[in-house]
T-cell receptor, first 112, second 112 residues
Framework: GAGVSQSPRYKVAKRGQDVALRCDPISGHVSLFWYQQALGQGPEFLTYFQNEAQLDKSGLPSDRFFAERPEGSVSTLKIQRTQQEDSAVYLC??????????FGPGTRLLVL | QQQVKQSPQSLIVQKGGISIINCAYENTAFDYFPWYQQFPGKGPALLIAIRPDVSEKKEGRFTISFNKSAKQFSLHIMDSQPGDSATYFCAASSTSGSRLTFGEGTQLTVNP
């Protein structure tokens, strides 16, 4: 079946622009996670949803980062007034059994 | 705050050899320890995972060894193949369905 999909796959933004990154989880998966992966590093947790409820947003690095999942399926990660340090790969993962997290291919964001 | 330390940073192995990657954790509340494999341009994919109630788990050529008292766990790849060349991440979480804390990653190269 279809895995986790993310769009766009690549995004180039000028510093100060707002960006929106989309995640389509595996159908029926209750949990959805966002991670940020800097070049050559392991993914770092950003935020977690169970259905439409955002249960943990402690990893969001600043108030410029905002995530939503209004209907409990598709999620959007929004970054306002992008900065160069926001350049990274943003990974989305979903899970059903509350063990295995299935990751999407990521969105590579480059802020110039 | 790095709660999962991974070594080595890079590893070169000959085809047919054994690849060994080690991780150590600090948080005694962690109770789920997966290993992920990541190819360039792709999201992490789950290889194998273990819980602290067992000391070893084997799936095909991949084995996790777990030492609860030392707070360490390792991945062994037997009969390593060039197709195993990828970046490997250990991870940990404290409750099912919870955020994953990743190690820094190990870039494995298997020479033909």
């Amino acid at each position: 079946g279809a895995g986790v999909s993310q769009s766009p796959r690549y995004k180039v933004a000028k510093r100060g622009q707002d960006v929106a990154l989309r995640c389509d989880p595996i159908s029926g998966h209750v949990s959805l996670f966002w991670y940020q992966q800097a070049l050559g590093q392991g993914p770092e947790f950003l935020t977690y949803f169970q259905n439409e409820a955002q249960l943990d947003k402690s990893g969001l690095p600043s108030d410029r980062f905002f995530a939503e999942r209004p209907e409990g399926s598709v999620s959007t990660l929004k970054i306002q007034r992008t900065q160069q340090e926001d350049s990274a790969v943003y990974l989305c993962a979903s899970s059903w059994t509350e063990e295995t997290q299935y990751f999407g291919p990521g969105t590579r964001l480059l802020v110039l | 705050q790095q709660q999962v330390k991974q070594s080595p940073q890079s590893l070169i192995v000959q085809k047919g050899g054994i690849s060994i990657i080690n991780c150590a954790y600090e948080n005694t509340a962690f109770d789920y320890f997966p290993w992920y494999q990541q190819f360039p341009g792709k999201g992490p994919a789950l290889l194998i995972a273990i819980r602290p109630d067992v000391s070893e788990k084997k799936e095909g050529r991949f084995t996790i060894s777990f030492n609860k008292s030392a707070k360490q766990f390792s991945l062994h790849i037997m009969d390593s193949q060039p197709g195993d060349s990828a970046t490997y991440f250990c991870a940990a979480s404290s409750t099912s369905g919870s955020r994953l804390t990743f190690g820094e990653g190990t870039q494995l190269t298997v020479n033909p």
